[in-house]
């Protein structure tokens, strides 16, 4: 149900958006990976291409508004329309505590995981207008869970339930459906650097189901979320969390 079609992937050049941007190229659509790791996402784009997919490589930094509205220019240019994007671009929690976290900390992080979905979000809408389409936004189990020294990326990823919400009632009736996926830990390297930086944290988490996700499995529900198969749902926050929201 995404074959034929063509999709942006920020993040793409890792983890969830990476393995988003290859499911997406073997169900047969054409995927613009957009990253602002110039030599990973080439080299993803190449991947997909040389395993007979279509795929090409824009360079993108989310915090820059120009830069996102190139980006989604080059994505029409090269396959003709935008029927979909997965917003995976996003950077992990200092692990401060709150009282000693920087305001340049606080800044760094929302500026990329809010305010670039917001402008990333943006744009593709502005691109789908004439044709309709569908947008996930990749929140975290954290926008609903209170995780120990993670403030800065707790309030950008539940700010981004809001953008969603807000976004998706704007666009219901003019065919363009925009969801939250909510991952919870996800075995890429942005979880290899939070809990590296933030110690407290792994004694606190809880996976009902005993086990981190492989990118894989969040991809599959990101791709559900932009296929036909979930046309009646828009506004929704999907958690892929092995349980961790319930516990
Ligand atoms: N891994 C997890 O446990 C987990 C859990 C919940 C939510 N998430 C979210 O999933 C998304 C993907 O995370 P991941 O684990 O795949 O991380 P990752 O580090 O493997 O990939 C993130 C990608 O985003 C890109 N990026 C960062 N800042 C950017 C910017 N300013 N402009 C453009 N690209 C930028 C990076 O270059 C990288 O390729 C993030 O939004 C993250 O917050 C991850």
Request: proline letters at 2%; glycine letters at 12%.
């Amino acid at each position: 149900m995404t074959a034929g079609k063509a999709f942006m992937v920020t993040g793409g050049a890792s983890g969830i958006g990476e393995a988003t941007a290859a499911l997406l190229a073997a169900s047969g659509a054409a995927v613009t990976v957009a990253d602002r790791d110039e030599t990973g996402g080439t080299a993803v784009a190449q991947r997909l291409v040389a395993a007979g997919g279509q795929a090409q490589f824009v360079k993108l930094d989310v915090r820059d508004e120009d830069s996102v509205k190139a980006a989604v220019t080059q994505a029409v240019a090269a396959f003709g329309r935008l029927d979909g994007a997965v917003n995976s671009a996003g950077v992990e929690q200092k692990g401060q505590w709150l009282h000693e976290l920087d305001v340049a900390d606080w800044d760094f992080c929302t500026s990329i995981n809010l305010r670039g979905m917001f402008l990333c979000v943006k744009h593709q809408i502005a691109a789908m207008l004439p044709t309709g389409g569908a947008i996930v936004a990749v929140s975290s189990a954290a926008a609903v869970k209170g995780l120990v020294g993670s403030a800065e990326y707790c309030a950008g990823k539940a700010g981004v339930l809001g953008l969603v919400r807000a976004a998706a009632a704007d666009y219901a009736d003019r065919g363009i459906r925009i969801n939250a996926l909510l991952p919870g830990g996800t075995a890429t390297p942005l979880a290899r650097r939070s809990t590296a930086g933030n110690p407290r944290l792994a004694g606190t988490l809880r996976i009902p189901m005993g086990r981190m996700a492989q990118p894989e499995e969040i991809a599959a529900a990101a791709i559900w979320l932009v296929s036909d198969g979930s046309s009646y749902v828009t506004g929704a926050c999907l958690a892929a969390d092995g349980g961790m929201t319930i516990a």
